[in-house]
Nanobody, 126 residues
Framework: QVQLVESGGGSVQSGGSLRLSCTTSRDTLSKRHMGWFRRAPGKEHEAVAVIGTDGSTIYAEYVKGRFTISRDNAKNTLYLQMNSLKAEDTAMYFC????????????????????WGQGTQVTVSS
């Protein structure tokens, strides 16, 4: 079973930075595509950034240049560095993983991810 535990959320002012972490089960990062998604109150899940098993990354347009997704396979941890935060980045942020061996297609679609963490709240005040 894949376990995903997010941490690092909090409250910051506009322009500030946060780094989210997602601790996973052993070998998860090497066998599964991973992603960060978010959900604001009253809205659907939306993609933030994803990383494939080969290290390929894709970012949603609204975070390009500000957020960076990375992973440390040895520590079984996925990261999301968030800089220049804006009020509209306020949301619950979730770490997600695909099933092992899934093709790298439509990676920004939440439906491609079978496993989800509980989420960590990010609040940005203007």
């Amino acid at each position: 079973q894949v376990q995903l535990v997010e941490s690092g959320g909090g409250s910051v002012q506009s322009g500030g930075s946060l780094r989210l972490s997602c601790t996973t089960s052993r070998d998860t990062l090497s066998k599964r595509h991973m992603g960060w998604f978010r959900r604001a109150p009253g809205k659907e899940h939306e993609a933030v950034a994803v990383i494939g098993t080969d290290g390929s990354t894709i970012y949603a347009e609204y975070v390009k240049g500000r957020f960076t997704i990375s992973r440390d396979n040895a520590k079984n941890t996925l990261y999301l560095q968030m800089n220049s935060l804006k009020a509209e980045d306020t949301a619950m942020y979730f770490c997600a993983a695909t099933v092992a061996g899934l093709q790298w297609s439509f990676p920004l679609r939440p439906s491609r991810y079978a496993y989800w963490g509980q989420g960590t709240q990010v609040t940005v005040s203007s």
